[in-house]
């Protein structure tokens, strides 16, 4: 099985800060990998793809970057609104998640 | 405007089976890749079941597999799971998921809101 591990888990960070976060697949999975966000109680959201492909309508400040099996999501001037928690998805096999970072306020 | 609704959900007891609906509107359904998407309460995302744009592909998690059949009427734009044997840990809110292009195997652009199942007795 193809697993997904992000890091960190939880994230402390104030407005402005640039935040990264960390995906790494257990195998290769060349660049077919997504980040998406999600806000409690909604559908979560695709930022990126491929994986330094941006999302229409996703705000600059995300951006992400990678290939094989270590991939990173930054945001560059972290918002009130990207308070959320984080996934990477791969889908050169089948398809799986990690397990999700939540970005918290400091 | 692209939107996915899904319905079907509820309780069941463990065993039983319980049929999903995805109706979607806003774009031409047979040539996007659809998946089920499923996330426990207070836990992450785990894909369930993808099919491609035509129905003749179809790909499962394994903790679904033998149980779980997802399936697509293109006439009516709408993407189906059909889950038999439920256990409790199938309980979560079930997301139907448009992939952004044909092959089933690919980024998730557009979700519905999702349908609950609870599986127990």
């Known amino acids: 099985d193809l697993q997904m591990t992000q890091s960190p888990s939880t994230l402390s960070a104030s407005v402005g800060d640039r935040v990264t976060i960390s995906c790494r697949a257990s195998r290769s999975i060349g660049r077919w990998l997504a980040w998406y966000q999600q806000k409690p109680g909604k559908a979560p959201k695709l930022l990126m793809y491929?994986?330094?492909s941006l999302e229409s309508g996703v705000p600059s400040r995300f951006s992400g970057s990678g290939s094989e099996t270590e991939f990173t999501l930054t945001i560059d001037g972290l918002q009130p609104d990207d308070f959320a928690t984080y996934y990477c998805q791969q889908y050169n096999s089948a398809s799986s998640f990690g397990q999700g970072t939540k970005v918290e306020i400091k | 405007e692209v939107q996915l609704l899904e319905s079907g959900g509820g309780l069941v007891q463990p065993g039983g089976s319980l049929r999903l609906s995805c109706a979607t509107s806003g774009f031409i359904f047979d040539t996007f890749g659809m998946s089920w998407v499923r996330q426990a309460p207070g836990k992450g995302l785990e894909w369930v079941s993808c099919?491609?744009?035509?129905?003749?592909?179809?790909y499962y998690a394994d903790s679904v597999k033998g149980r779980f059949t997802i399936s697509r009427d293109n006439s009516k734009s709408t993407l189906f799971l059909q889950m038999t044997s439920l256990r409790a840990e199938d309980t979560a809110l079930y997301f139907c998921?448009?992939?952004?292009?044909?092959?089933?195997?690919?980024?998730?652009?557009?979700w519905g809101q999702g349908t609950m199942v609870t599986v127990s007795s």
């Open positions: 099919i491609s744009g035509s129905g003749d592909k179809t």
């Open positions: 998921a448009k992939s952004r292009g044909n092959f089933p195997f690919d980024a998730f652009d557009m």
């Open positions: 491929k994986p330094s």
